[in-house]
């Protein structure tokens, strides 16, 4: 590959990257909950006149009850099941403790959890432009710290812990009858506390018994007086991040430890069907709601659609008596970890969460040992680099070899200009003389690309680092540096880091574009998460320090090669001279 070719690659890759960078962040397609919003309100408003249809087409008749216990494709697709939701919410009894409050109204189910912690209910950081905009009275008020954070929308769908029933009969006088209770306020300190929820169906009485942890875990225990087909849900995922480019949906994993994901807007009208899953989760960029069993598997889990595409989760339940353990919060790793293992793959990181979770746990690691999300990413970036650093060596050693050989490559392309079979030959002898690789400096390059967005998606996602401090200036690392000064020092160092690294480039319109790089990244890459800038800007101080010992080595190699090779003519020379003497 001659020198046109090689640079044409690394501009390629670069360019690529970028591309992949700014659509992923601009252009990907936005959660399409916003639009079911206006649907779920329409099919609320609609209930009464479309009541007798829809619970007609809610879930199976009794007929086929007896089918759907043996062919789960019956009971998939459950239209009208959320048409029940009251249009008004009903507040049955409401929780409070340290960090959430809940509220549970008169179907049974779990209508809204509140987040109390600073982490959750800080406003968000306020930049120079907040600042100017204040200044002019182009913005008005204050940036007020929340009393709490409501997790779910207003009348959505679906809630936790809401059931219906196979037979329309029952379903029907599970929708007229409210659920009563034992206690109207519960509060919980250090200990869990229960709460039983009771529902008269005339001659089937149903029992929801919680007992609800300070850790915002509950265990659900339902009891019928007679045996019922019956599905129940973890509710529709939490809605209190508005990040469009992050995973909003539905999360599952088998017992043969495969992830299933179900994504906002892919849920497929005719539902699926998947057996013995350790959990089943609906979960948006920070939170999540979740329902396993404290033992065992879910026997089915039936998700259909609703709206556009939006994905329906229920649990279909074949017993008298059943017990889940539930979960709604943020996707915080050691909190799931600590409720149960498998949970941690709720935590999305894209198609690269195989990957990209080993970056997160080492710099979970390094947070545990230093108290600093910040300084644990200047950390990890160290360590990233320690283990390229072979790699990276052999790679700067090629574009120093190039850079040498590149009078040598031009002599050949104007001596061979109009025969490009014998230009290419002349190039790889060349190389092979030399011993160098054309693609050889590509290399740390395309390693870096997987390693990015590898720890783009972590700091994106990792809802430890929200509101997360580095120092200074920089109060959350999960959002973009209000000043600016970690992505101008991102282009700065790109620019030294461009500068101080060997290239071949001989064409000035080809030096100019890669003059122009960083600049372009600095402004494309300017509203990215402060976190994701400030492991750039040190992956490329440490690229500088690491491209000036190797220049400095290079530069002694080649001295002393020159010195030796002077050396040798001396003495070649000085025996020649000796020889004619002789003569």
């Known amino acids: 590959?001659?020198?046109?070719?090689?640079?044409?690659?690394?501009?390629?890759?670069?360019?690529?990257?970028?591309?992949?960078?700014?659509?992923?962040?601009?252009?990907?397609?936005?959660?399409?909950?916003?639009?079911?919003?206006?649907?779920?309100?329409?099919?609320?408003?609609?209930?009464?006149?479309?009541?007798?249809?829809?619970?007609?087409?809610?879930?199976?008749?009794?007929?086929?009850?007896?089918?759907?216990?043996?062919?789960?494709?019956?009971?998939?697709?459950?239209?009208?099941?959320?048409?029940?939701?009251?249009?008004?919410?009903?507040?049955?009894?409401?929780?409070?403790?340290?960090?959430?409050?809940?509220?549970?109204?008169?179907?049974?189910?779990?209508?809204?959890?509140?987040?109390?912690?600073?982490?959750?209910?800080?406003?968000?950081?306020?930049?120079?432009?907040?600042?100017?905009?204040?200044?002019?009275?182009?913005?008005?008020?204050?940036?007020?710290?929340?009393?709490?954070?409501?997790?779910?929308?207003?009348?959505?769908?679906?809630?936790?812990?809401?059931?219906?029933?196979?037979?329309?009969?029952?379903?029907?006088?599970?929708?007229?009858?409210?659920?009563?209770?034992?206690?109207?306020?519960?509060?919980?300190?250090?200990?869990?506390?229960?709460?039983?929820?009771?529902?008269?169906?005339?001659?089937?009485?149903?029992?929801?018994?919680?007992?609800?942890?300070?850790?915002?875990?509950?265990?659900?225990?339902?009891?019928?007086?007679q045996n019922l087909h019956y599905v129940i849900s973890n509710g529709m995922r939490p809605d209190a991040d508005s990040e469009a480019y992050v995973f909003h949906g539905v999360v599952l994993q088998n017992a043969n430890g495969t992830i299933e994901k179900i994504e906002d807007g892919d849920a497929r009208e005719e539902g699926e069907n998947f057996s013995d899953a350790l959990y089943l989760a609906?979960?948006?960029?920070?939170?999540?709601?979740?329902?396993?069993?404290?033992?065992?598997?879910?026997?089915?889990?039936?998700?259909?659609?609703?709206?556009?595409?939006?994905?329906?989760?229920?649990?279909?339940v074949q017993e008298q008596m059943e017990s889940f353990k539930g979960y709604i919060g943020p996707k915080d790793y050691k909190v799931l970890q600590s409720i149960n293992p498998h949970l941690t793959s709720i935590v999305e990181y894209g198609?690269?969460?195989?990957?990209?979770?080993?970056?997160?746990?080492?710099?979970?690691?390094?947070?545990?040992?230093?108290?600093?999300?910040?300084?644990?990413?200047?950390?990890?970036?160290?360590?990233?680099?320690?283990?390229?650093?072979?790699?990276?060596?052999?790679?700067?050693?090629?574009?120093?070899?190039?850079?040498?050989?590149?009078?040598?490559?031009?002599?050949?392309?104007?001596?061979?200009?109009g025969d490009p079979q014998k230009m290419q030959a002349s190039m790889m002898e060349l190389y092979k003389k030399h011993g160098a690789n054309p693609l050889g400096g590509c290399l740390p390059l395309l390693l870096q690309i997987p390693v990015f967005f590898a720890i783009y998606r972590v700091l994106y996602n990792a809802v430890e680092l929200k509101n997360a401090p580095l120092m200074f200036w920089v109060h959350d690392l999960s959002v973009m540096d209000p000043y600016f000064v970690l992505p101008i020092l991102m282009g700065l160092s790109m620019y030294l880091q461009q500068s101080l690294t060997p290239t071949a480039i001989t064409d000035p319109i080809q030096a100019k574009v890669f003059k122009w790089l960083p600049v372009i990244f600095t402004i494309f890459l300017i509203t990215f998460p402060a976190g994701l800038i400030l492991y750039w800007t040190i992956n490329n101080i440490i690229s500088i320090l690491q491209q000036i010992i190797i220049n400095k080595m290079l530069d002694a190699k080649k001295a002393k090669e020159i010195a030796e090779h002077h050396t040798k003519n001396v003495a070649k020379n000085g025996a020649k001279n000796t020889h004619k003497h002789k003569k």
């Open 351 to 417: 198609r690269i969460t195989f990957f990209a979770k080993y970056f997160f746990s080492l710099l979970e690691w390094l947070y545990t040992y230093v108290g600093n999300w910040g300084v644990a990413i200047v950390l990890l970036t160290i360590i990233i680099r320690i283990i390229l650093f072979p790699l990276s060596f052999k790679g700067m050693v090629g574009m120093q070899k190039l850079k040498d050989l590149a009078p040598k490559m031009k002599e050949i392309q104007e001596k061979y200009k």
């Open 1 to 225: 590959m001659d020198k046109q070719s090689n640079v044409r690659l690394i501009l390629a890759v670069a360019i690529s990257f970028l591309i992949i960078v700014l659509w992923s962040k601009y252009f990907a397609p936005e959660s399409s909950q916003t639009d079911s919003k206006a649907d779920s309100k329409a099919s609320i408003e609609s209930k009464d006149s479309t009541k007798q249809d829809s619970n007609a087409n809610a879930v199976p008749n009794s007929a086929t009850s007896s089918n759907a216990l043996q062919n789960t494709q019956n009971t998939q697709n459950m239209k009208g099941a959320p048409n029940s939701v009251p249009t008004k919410k009903e507040i049955l009894t409401t929780i409070s403790a340290k960090d959430f409050d809940m509220d549970i109204d008169v179907s049974g189910a779990i209508t809204q959890v509140y987040l109390k912690a600073d982490k959750f209910t800080q406003p968000p950081q306020e930049g120079i432009f907040t600042h100017l905009g204040r200044l002019f009275g182009m913005i008005s008020g204050e940036n007020k710290k929340l009393d709490r954070l409501p997790l779910f929308a207003n009348n959505v769908p679906l809630y936790p812990l809401q059931m219906f029933f196979v037979d329309s009969k029952y379903n029907d006088l599970a929708i007229q009858n409210k659920f009563s209770a034992d206690k109207s306020h519960i509060t919980i300190e250090n200990e869990p506390q229960t709460l039983t929820l009771t529902q008269d169906l005339g001659d089937v009485v149903l029992k929801k018994i919680l007992t609800i942890y300070p850790n915002m875990t509950y265990d659900v225990s339902i009891e019928l007086s």
């Open 282 to 316: 609906s979960a948006d960029r920070y939170y999540t709601s979740v329902l396993f069993k404290p033992e065992g598997t879910l026997g089915i889990v039936s998700i259909g659609s609703y709206g556009k595409g939006l994905p329906r989760p229920f649990i279909n």
